[in-house]
């Protein structure tokens, strides 16, 4: 799409113009939900992965620009997102009218379109930033991530508190209760409009790879490939136990499935499918390009190393000679140490062959590349985890699911319908594949029945993982008075799914007190009778706003209880502090408090506030910031590493002594309890900031390159929020000498951690 014509005619509609400007017509989903757009209205759009859901967001971001010359913010739920369509905005309008936000990277923040996390723009609501002032849109890419059990609730945050003016663009996929998720918005929003596409605008076609063929999954009535309807028959031939079988004759034999006659062998188990088989038999269907999802980082790797030592070649010599120069630029300078512990050598070879892994523990840019290799089809075959599953624009022809369970950190557990839809959406290319394919691989262990299930299944349900945590409530409560809160929290996601009632309630009793405001501000400026027709009028609606108060009061879910907890437990510690009636106040350190955001965000602050870190100098406050940031993998916890020498070791006791004596409180004030502090990298964030090379840390620490680069990710973001908090504390005149100099150590230990491939890694 080309840039918009500064002097076309105002006359002309903006979507006729934008429509125009599309090199394909536009869906009548597209349609219908940019005409909403231009109507002044926000949507909520909800439609198959590949469908164009993103069309109806750029138009938003012609329109401000076109119609309105206004602000838009687009958010993404993970930074390699927020990344791609950082680039893809810079290609459309130009450097100069783009920013990126995203915690690590400040890249024209002042830009009229700025991409950013869901985090980044939550965080700028609760400062107040002046940057929402002119601030027309906000697309809230992938928002049915709202269900997400660990960040859905910062989602409720953003679409609870964005100023009433702003519209939201709000891109799903399919899921199940779209209209509750809709109605809820139009609720706590006003004029929002829900749209919903089932239709793929390329169909997608489900098979079963076996050892002996590729079979549909649904046929027709004639028996050929079909998109759903009847399973095939002859995957019913397919013995569980090893190779195939007359279902006929078992039933002549009198023998249910998994039962043999007596005295006969066991039936020998089915030969297992390579992933170099995957790999031949995508190729000879010409099913490539095509992402192998595979739910281990070691499994992608291994999946690599297995096609090249079976000598998997799926590229041409000008096809590999263009890989080359590209793969290679981005490693030119690099040493031969750190092209060794990166594993260098190995990546190029899996690249010239057209096979590459995809997954957290590669290094960001090693990512890029694969992507970028694979959007230009020289890379034809990506083994995944499902983390690109969440909108990386890496379309591919087919998409295979090697298994359909996965571990979980503590079990073995069978793919969600929503996970089953997410991954096999990535299947078809709109404008470069006429049909998409979904893979499953065949193995003793596949239920058909499941299999039919899952394949059938194509939606999902959103639900509220919303609840109120220290951060937000010191947050909330700087802005309004409790019961104000309170009457918000009742207007969240969780409680609407709770008691619909109770939201359409409170929203009318906000209603109401805006108008009793109202009336009150004529009674004081009237006089005579008028005054007293307007006090009786407010004294009526008075009345009217308590009771509805107390009837919402009687009906109010656990959100509202979980808040009143949490106020308690901070009134307790002295993060609130109540006046003479009671209402809770922010104290100083309540204001530290709400710029610390995350899990830990109440260990950090009283770790802060107790000098729990008192001893250490950058390196070793980089090292504890990592303790306070790193969630190990709950299959792969590991032993802690603590740096050497004594201040250390005395502060992560103190720290830990404090996470004791918050989690005893928790449990007392029946709040969710936190997890214990893990060391596991301290050591190697320490190291790293001393100035170790990075082949060093890596082989000390037995992590991949990709991993090291994330954590240390989070934890510049926790010093940078340290820093700001202090100095914050610093004009308040909260401490000030002490506070200061930690906000100056936590700037010189960002600077320490931001060097090499961390430093290089920021935009990726």
């Given amino acids: 799409m080309s840039m918009p014509d500064p002097g076309a005619s105002r006359e002309e509609s903006a979507l006729d113009a934008f429509s125009a400007r599309l090199e394909y017509p536009l ?25 164009g859901k993103t069309t109806v967001a750029e138009f938003a971001v012609y329109l401000a620009r076109r119609e309105r010359d206004a602000r838009i913010f687009y958010t993404a739920p993970i930074k390699a997102l927020s990344n791609q369509k950082f680039r893809e905005l810079c290609d459309e309008y130009g450097e100069d009218e783009v920013g990126l936000l995203t915690g690590d990277v400040n890249l024209r923040s002042n830009a009229p379109i700025i991409v950013m996390t869901t985090e980044v723009l939550r965080n700028m609501i609760y400062a107040g930033s002046d940057a929402l002032d002119d601030l027309e ?17 910062v989602w409720e945050e ?26 809820w918005m139009h609720a706590v929003r006003g004029d929002t409009d829900v749209i919903l596409s089932e239709h793929r605008p390329v169909p997608l076609y489900q098979h079963v790879l076996t050892s002996r063929a590729l079979l549909p999954l649904y046929v027709d009535r004639a028996g050929e490939l079909a998109t759903g309807g009847r399973v095939n028959p002859e995957l019913y031939a397919l013995d569980r136990r090893g190779g195939w079988r007359d279902r006929d004759s078992d039933r002549e034999r009198g023998r249910g499935r998994g039962e043999r006659s007596r005295g006969r062998p066991p039936a020998r188990r089915s030969r297992r499918i390579s992933r170099s088989d995957i790999a031949r038999a995508l190729d000879e269907t010409d099913l490539v390009p095509a992402i192998v999802f595979i739910f281990s980082r070691n499994g992608c790797d291994q999946a690599v190393r297995q096609c090249l030592m079976e000598g998997i070649t799926l590229t041409s010599r000008e096809e590999r000679d263009e890989i080359r120069r590209i793969a290679r630029a981005e490693v030119a300078g690099m040493s031969d140490e750190e092209r060794r512990v990166l594993g260098v050598r190995e990546w190029l070879a899996g690249l010239e062959r057209g096979v590459a892994a995809h997954h957290a523990g590669l290094l960001p840019a090693f990512k890029a590349v694969v992507e970028r290799l694979f959007q230009r089809r020289l890379v034809k075959l990506v083994f995944a985890t499902e983390t690109l599953a969440l909108g990386i624009n890496m379309p591919a022809r087919a998409v295979v699911i090697e298994r359909l369970d996965k571990f979980n950190g503590e079990q073995r557990v069978p ?5 089953f839809t997410q991954l096999t959406g990535r299947a078809g290319r709109r404008g470069i594949d006429d049909e998409g394919h979904a893979v499953v691989v065949w193995s003793d262990d596949v239920d058909l029945e499941a299999l039919a299930h899952l394949a059938g299944a194509r939606s999902f349900p959103v639900r509220s993982s919303f609840r109120p945590t220290a951060n937000m409530t010191v947050n909330l409560l700087q802005r309004m008075d409790r019961a104000h809160v309170r009457e918000m929290l009742e207007l969240s996601f969780a409680q609407f799914q709770a008691d619909r009632a109770v939201v359409d309630q409170a929203r009318e009793l906000r209603a109401e007190q805006e108008s009793l405001a109202g009336y009150d501000a004529a009674a004081s400026r009237a006089q005579g009778s008028d005054r007293k027709r307007w006090e009786d009028r407010a004294r009526k609606l008075r009345r009217r706003v308590e009771r509805g108060r107390r009837q919402i009061a009687s009906r109010t879910g656990t959100i509202a209880r979980t808040f009143d907890r949490v106020v308690d437990q901070l009134l307790e510690l002295g993060y609130l502090e109540a006046d003479r009636t009671r209402e809770p106040n922010v104290t100083p350190w309540g204001n530290l408090l709400r710029r610390i955001y995350g899990e830990r965000d109440l260990l950090v602050a009283e770790c802060i506030r107790e000098d729990a ?18 969630e190990p993998r709950r299959d792969d916890e590991g032993e802690e ?22 989690d005893d409180l928790a449990e007392r004030s029946r709040l969710p309890r936190s997890e214990m502090p893990h060391a596991g990298l301290a050591k190697t964030m320490h190291a790293w900031v001393t100035g170790r090379p990075i082949e060093l840390v890596l082989e000390a620490a037995g992590i991949g390159a990709g991993d090291f680069v994330r954590w240390a990710k989070q934890t510049i973001d926790l010093l940078d929020q340290v820093a700001q908090a202090c100095e914050a504390a610093v004009l308040d005149d909260v401490d000030a000498d002490r506070l200061g100099a930690l906000a100056h150590l936590a700037r010189e230990a960002k600077r ?10 920021s935009t990726s």
């Fill in 415 to 419: 793919l969600t319908s929503g996970e």
């Fill in 27 to 51: 869906d009548a989903f597209q349609r219908t939900a940019c005409e909403r757009l231009e109507e002044g209205r926000s949507v909520l759009v909800a439609a198959p992965t590949g469908s």
């Fill in 641 to 662: 590493r603590l740096p050497g020498g004594a201040a250390f070791g005395a502060a992560y006791d103190r720290v830990l002594d404090i996470w004791v004596r918050l």
């Fill in 752 to 761: 320490g951690v931001k060097r090499g491939i961390v430093a290089a890694s």
């Fill in 158 to 183: 953003i679409i609870l508190h964005l100023p009433p003016a702003v519209r939201l663009v709000s891109l799903s996929a399919t899921v199940s209760n779209a209209e509750e998720f809709g109605d």
């Fill in 613 to 630: 870190w008192r001893g250490l100098d950058a390196a070793g406050l980089a090292a504890m910031c990592c303790v306070l940031s790193y």
């Fill in 137 to 153: 849109f906000v697309v809230l890419d992938e928002v049915h991530y709202l269900g997400d059990r660990f960040r859905g609730a």
